[in-house]
């Protein structure tokens, strides 16, 4: 690998760029918190997809690692030995890569269909191994998960009868919640309410949940107000980006993530024009937030990327008077980090404008694998 370059005006663009200051504070207040509220840690690797950062969440405490796709799960097997697939088991090649997870790995699987338990079950079984599940319950994000509690007790009785399958607990999203973090009471309030029916029903049919896994970054400093929950699942929490600082969750300041551009074009009076598009900024609207574009400049947060193609991305200046030199650079803060970060090979990290360390993002991508 070729030394890294010393300063960060000296980076091909676009690129994307960790502050590594940021990076750190974000991981140790997040553990900080589940410790002072006895909660696990089980940050989503879907925001980083790195086992660099991952290795430093582990280090702050976490417990273990949350992943969506078959290739979160082969790449985060490498540095974690507990490991949640937080996604649906539906394909027999996404469950015999599961599967096939080196056998010292503790996997634990969500489920919202009895078809998934059968399958995963009989895979369980012809690859000997234990699989840990958590039944998923809708809590009103209305996206996956078992609606109603009854049919999440038959879900956890199926479970419990496979022998190759162990009932661990319930898990949940709450992506309804959005709303600014002083507006959340009433939503947790919900939140908490189900959890307890649906761990009372659990109860009652005598499989205690052991494990109440849920939290997401919107609600991660509340999330004690839940006190059904046992773990909490944070992923855009290690970057942040312009949908959680616009609801309080972080300030700008904690935004770690940020798009390194550099102004193509001035030619059309009014605007500029930037080498970063949907293939690096990602097409993300500000969920439940106002907020207009893609994305906005760092150090001047109203200037916001109002247009894109794949490789240009357009700032309309309207009144403002900055008015950049072709080559200039700048760093742009994404609507959605996640989808941002997935554009990336690889990340350059920095301490001010130093070029401190670069590292892959090994589980982007998909790759179409055949059994
Ligand atoms: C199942 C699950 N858990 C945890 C998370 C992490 O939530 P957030 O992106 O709000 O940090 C997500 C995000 O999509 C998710 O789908």
Known sequence: MPAPPV????????????????????????ARYATGHGLQLRPHVKTHKSTAV?????????????????????VMATVCDDLFWAHP???????????????????????????????????????????????????????????????????????????????????????????????QASALAVLQQRLLAAS??????????????????????????????????????VYHDRTTASI?????????????????????PGQVVLDAGTKALGREPMRGTDGEGWAVLQDRPHLVVERMSEEHGIIVLGDDPWRPSVGEVVRLVPNHVCVAMH?????????????????DVEARGRAGLVP
């Open 89 to 183: 088991p539906v394909g027999a090649a996404k469950i015999a890569r599961a599967m096939a997870l080196p056998p010292h790995v503790r996997l634990t699987v969500a489920v919202d269909d009895l078809s998934q338990v059968a399958a995963l079950a009989s895979a369980a079984v012809a690859a000997n191994r234990r699989v840990g599940v958590l039944v998923e319950f809708d809590v009103g994000m209305r996206r996956v998960g078992v609606p109603a509690v009854p049919a999440l007790v038959t879900m956890a009785q199926a479970v419990a009868a496979a022998s190759s399958l162990a009932f661990d607990g319930i898990t949940c999203y709450p992506g309804h919640i959005r709303q600014p973090v002083g507006e």
């Open 248 to 268: 309080g969750v972080c300030t700008w300041d904690d935004i770690a993530m940020t798009v390194l551009a550099t102004v193509i074009s001035t030619s059309i």
């Open 54 to 74: 991952a290795r430093r969440q582990l280090e702050a405490g976490a417990v273990g690692l949350t992943c969506a796709t078959p290739r979160e799960l082969d």
């Open 7 to 30: 300063r960060l005006a000296d980076v091909e663009t676009p690129a994307a760029v960790v502050d590594l200051d940021r990076l750190e504070r974000n991981i140790t207040t997040a």
């Open 343 to 359: 554009n990336f090979d690889r990340v350059v990290g920095v301490r001010g404008d130093r070029v401190e360390s670069m590292w």
């Open 200 to 237: 009372d029903a659990l109860s009652a049919a005598g499989l205690p949940p052991r494990v109440v896994s849920a939290g997401s970054t919107p609600t991660m400093w509340r999330t004690h107000e839940v006190p059904a929950i046992t773990e909490m699942r944070p992923g855009t929490s």
